[in-house]
């Protein structure tokens, strides 16, 4: 697969990724009967600033699609292995590690509230875990683009 078109597999699955993130947060957790509380909650004080707490978490998700936006356009550009490239994973390893703790402490709160259901917590574990898993590839990936641009670097000087 060349450069250009992996690069296009790239936007594509980022414009995908958004599109669903949208209907996520713009659809169903607000939606009162679709939403991620369900129809038990439809009814809760605590419904709104939990919706809201929610929704804030899409932040760090959208930010984290520019940077792979602009990895995408890197690689596009035949410019793969760039220390540009290596500060736009750690960044999007940064975000990841950020949006795990808050959702997970988030969510802990509204537990201990005695707000959610008993299967809540196991689930919220599970997409912070998600979350880590993330920031930990993407700080893998960072290390390896930096070395790999210092290696490019050194290889063009010496030619």
Known sequence: MS???LSRWLFAIIILVAVCMAAIYLVIVPSPHLGILGETYAA??????????????ALPIALALVYAWLI????????????AN?????????????DGVYYLIGNLVFFLIAWGKADIPYLQIV???????????????????????ELQEQSDLTI
């Open 3 to 5: 450069q250009k078109a």
């Open 44 to 57: 809760s004080p605590l419904r709104l600033p939990f919706v809201i707490f929610f929704c804030l978490t």
């Open 127 to 149: 997409l912070a875990l998600f979350a880590l898993i993330v920031s930990v590839a993407a700080a893998a990936l960072s290390h390896l683009v930096l070395k790999a641009a």
């Open 86 to 98: 290596a500060s736009h994973l750690r960044a999007i390893s940064i975000l990841a590690a950020v």
């Open 72 to 83: 995408a356009r890197n690689i596009g550009l035949d410019n793969s292995f760039s220390k």
